[in-house]
């Protein structure tokens, strides 16, 4: 069984930075993870995801260039560092493990275990 935390959220300011951590628990730490978010009357959505090894990662067109995943497999922990955030990132953003390794995915189908969400806000 694994668990997943996230932590980091709040709000601030367009064109701001904030730091998403997500720790992840449990007997194996060794496979792909993945962000999501949701905002209020949407669907929950693809943001990054990144290799067991690192050396791999994907970002949804909206983030990509002002969105970075990273992960620190010592400490179980991913992180997504946002940057110029715009009001359009609201959202709760959720991080994703799935049960086994494989090539990153963009469907949250894939991915079994999920946080409780942390929520980021940023007014404009």
């Known amino acids: 069984q694994v668990q997943v935390v996230e932590s980091g959220g709040g709000l601030v300011q367009a064109g701001d930075s904030l730091r998403l951590s997500c720790t992840a628990s449990?007997?194996?730490?060794?496979?792909?993870m993945a962000w999501f978010r949701q905002a209020p009357g949407k669907e929950r959505e693809f943001v990054a995801a990144?290799?067991?090894?690192?050396?791999?990662?994907f970002y949804a067109d909206s983030v990509a260039g002002r969105f970075t995943i990273s992960r620190d497999n010592t400490k179980n922990t991913v992180c997504l560092q946002m940057n110029s955030l715009k009001p359009e990132d609201t959202a709760v953003y959720y991080c994703?493990?799935?049960?086994?390794?494989?090539?990153?995915?963009?469907?949250?189908?894939?991915?079994?275990?999920w946080g409780q969400g942390t929520q980021v806000t940023v007014s404009s």
């Open positions: 994703a493990a799935p049960s086994i390794d494989g090539p990153l995915y963009r469907d949250s189908k894939k991915y079994d275990y």
């Open positions: 449990g007997r194996t730490f060794n496979r792909y």
């Open positions: 990144i290799s067991w090894s690192g050396s791999s990662t």
